[in-house]
């Protein structure tokens, strides 16, 4: 069965996870493999997905551990006998 | 350590919690938007794991408990939040269809060390934190955290099939505003390595 882009868009997602099942996967493979367009959609969403996923696109405030730490001391000396 | 620390070994929590302080900060960031009040909110969060530590049972990951009262201090803070137009906890009604992607005819692989680049950095903190609260927080917890989809559709309180249509939506989303703007910041012919 020969599947249209919209419906391989609707399992990119699963596509990526590999939760795909076995029929639907070849059917999407089979797309792929001819469609371009669908290609780049799915290569640009796994590239931006590595890169949002990355330690650098969000960063801790400096100083953020030491206020953190401070804060908990004082909770814990205040709790403790 | 969980034990030795209710058995009176406070001190002990400090190391407990280093391999989460970034995660817990993360999480809370992407709900507030903001980041005095996501640090506020990450150290009442540890505050409160510390406090309740007795209540931990170890049924689930100490890092996925951490998560949970996390996100129950963010969410409780946007409730109560009155200086900016609140937020819906729920799904927007109007946005039950499919999310089309970006379409594109090629697409050039962007190395991760395009993120040496401020301009680029801030193009997917802006992508991520725009996105609406149901899908940004599946988003977190999935593909920024790597929780599975059973974790996070716990953390979440949410169906595992919930948790997969908002996924879907949300790296649709991600894909469509993005796409087209790293396209057009990243360079013409290769990329090189920052020394």
Known sequence: MVIECKHVWAHISGYLDATLPPEVLEQVQKHLEHCEICSAILDSTRNILILTADERVFELPLGFSERLHARLEDEIRGLAP | ?195
């Open chain 2, 1 to 195: 350590m969980i034990a030795q620390i209710l058995a009176g070994n406070s001190q002990l929590f400090h190391e407990l919690i280093r391999p989460y302080e970034r995660r817990v900060y993360i999480m809370a960031l992407s709900f507030l938007r903001n980041e005095a009040d996501a640090e506020d909110a990450a150290q009442e969060a540890f505050l409160k794991a510390f406090r309740n530590l007795a209540s931990f049972r170890g049924e689930a990951k100490f890092g996925t408990w951490l998560i949970s009262i996390t996100l129950n201090e963010a969410r409780s803070r946007i409730r109560h939040r009155d200086t900016i137009k609140m937020e819906s906890l729920d799904e927007p009604p109007d946005d039950q269809g499919h999310t089309l992607p970006a379409l594109l005819r090629d697409w050039k692989e962007i190395p991760s060390e395009a993120l040496e680049r401020k301009e680029i950095r801030l193009l997917l903190q802006k992508a991520i934190t725009a996105l609406p609260l149901i899908y940004r927080e599946v988003f977190q917890l999935r593909d920024i955290e790597q929780l599975s989809v059973n974790e996070a559709a716990a953390a979440l309180g949410i169906s595992i099939a919930a948790v997969k249509v908002r996924l879907h939506r949300a790296r649709m989303m991600l894909q469509k505003k993005l796409a087209p703007e790293l396209k057009q910041v990243a360079p013409k012919r290769r990329w090189f390595a920052w020394s």
